[in-house]
């Protein structure tokens, strides 16, 4: 009996034990990532002058490394799709949470859904296939291969994530807001954007935040239709070939000897991607904790 | 009172903007569908049993894609061994014994940020740790390693939903009657929100199922008419099989890239299926 309840009490103690250390784990492998990038992308700093290095030439072939085309690249497209997915998809986070009928909603919650699943690469091959040839001949371009194509396939990617924080930002808005709103003779869409709306503002934020984050790490899609141009894009065109941060790791670290400067700057770029994640999600998260306690706040 | 200039009047403001709302919903979803539908009509015709069954032959320009469907189906399974145990027990550890502290919000940050590292990046961490330091080469261990640290964020937040979604009063219960709290997430918390699990892990296996970044370095092979024999062997996927032959090899005939493309999305979306089958089975059977 005395044993039963040692081995119980030692098992007990060794799970605990093991739960705590499995909780560290995402501080590890976040310290382990920041470690290896560092690691193998610093001597970048060291073996490239910084001229070149936040030059405007990208042509490693003769020593040119110049993120700057590169980073601009990630920039129009980003930029572009944003443009594209953030009213489509606070339009569509609105029109489940706030007015469609609920046959509606069991339609286009799993089509949302499903887009979350749909590989990069599945987006890529249409992009390619259908969008880039419509382009070209609706639009009459030379190509069709251009940011203007990447940024509205990103707009797809984005979605997902966009509509589903910002319709569970809706979601959490208290009835008694919409109530008392509609109690004061506004009619429903005076209270949609006159109160729930505002009211999940930082929700919505958040929602608009994590979109760009999605967007900016984007890779297969992006490398697919974008024209693959590591060239200075002009920054009031999005009709032009360019290339993003993400496409040339993908696209040229095949093919790079290991230690080489071309393969330290493409992981210094790696490091660049990021920091930006890192600066883009804990902006997303001090805003979605500000809501915490501002809410807090009201019902206390 | 001054009329505004562009006054319409609020019940037909209401209309315009219901419209409105429900168009812009339409131009979201829409392409959703017409893709899904564009993808089903143009690549059934390519899968035959031999599509699925044989090896590539002229270039990867005939004959079947058994190794990247068998590739794809190893990688996700040594990315469920590597992601499901430590983020079910990292979040066992978040939802029932994490204090109200630093620590615990420093864990939070580090896993929102995780989940917001750029897949190609992971890729690059997965090249310079498993591959080269650790000298795993690129490799299915490679791969399936760099996809469950991508994975682990999505497996953690679905399951301390899921185990949040145990009602308080069940462990007061256990506890009160003598349970030790191991005994009581054991017994009764985990099997309650095992449908919650499940669905998490699935969604999270789905989204490393499609990936092709994180393996583009680590473990992907461009062309290998073998099945591999060990977790040390380069393999082809899916993913990567449908990007090189879109993009990499000229003159490819245009039904077998339709035909990947399916396959491809079938995989990943029946996993979506069975996520959705589980979640909707649970929430009939509950009765709490």
Redesign the interface.
Known sequence: MINRNNF?KL??YL??R??????????L??A??CL??I??GFPALFNVPFSSLFGITWYPIEGHFGILPLFLGSLTVTFGAILISV???I??A???SE??PPWVNQ??K??????A??????L???G???LSPFLRRFLDLPTGLTAFTGALLLG?VA?PSI?SVAEDALNTVPRSYREASLALGA????T??GVTVPAARNGILTAVM?GI?RV?????AVM?VTGNAPTMPNLLSLFQPVRTM?AT??SE??EVA?NSTHYQV??FI?IV??IL??V???I??LISSRRMKRSERLLS | MIRKPFFIAPAKQQKLGFVLLAVLSGITVLPIIALLVFILVEGLPAISWQFLTAMPEDGMRAGGILPAIIGTFYLTLGTAIFSIPPGIAAAIYLAMYAPDNNVTRLIRITMINLAGIPSVVYGLFGLGAFVLFLHFGTSILAASLTLSIMTLPIIISTTEEALHAVPNAFSVVSISLGATRWQTIWRIVLPESLPGILTGMILGLERAAGETAPILFTGAAFFLPRLPTSPLDATMALPYHLFVISTQVPNMPIQVQYGTVLVLLAFVLGMNLLANFVRNRARARRQW
């Open positions: 119980n098992s007990e799970i605990t093991i739960i705590r250390l499995a909780g560290y784990l995402s501080i492998y976040v382990l990532i290896f990038l690691r193998e009213p489509l998809g339009a569509t609105v029109f489940i007015i469609a339609v286009f799993p089509l949302i859904e499903i887009l699943g749909i590989p990069s690469v599945v890529g091959f249409i390619i296939l259908v797809w979605i509509v009619n429903r869409w005076q949609i954007w994590l984050g900016i790490g984007e890779t297969m697919m993400t790791i993908a670290m095949g290991t493409l992981f790696g991607l990021f994640s890192l883009i999600n804990v997303a998260f």
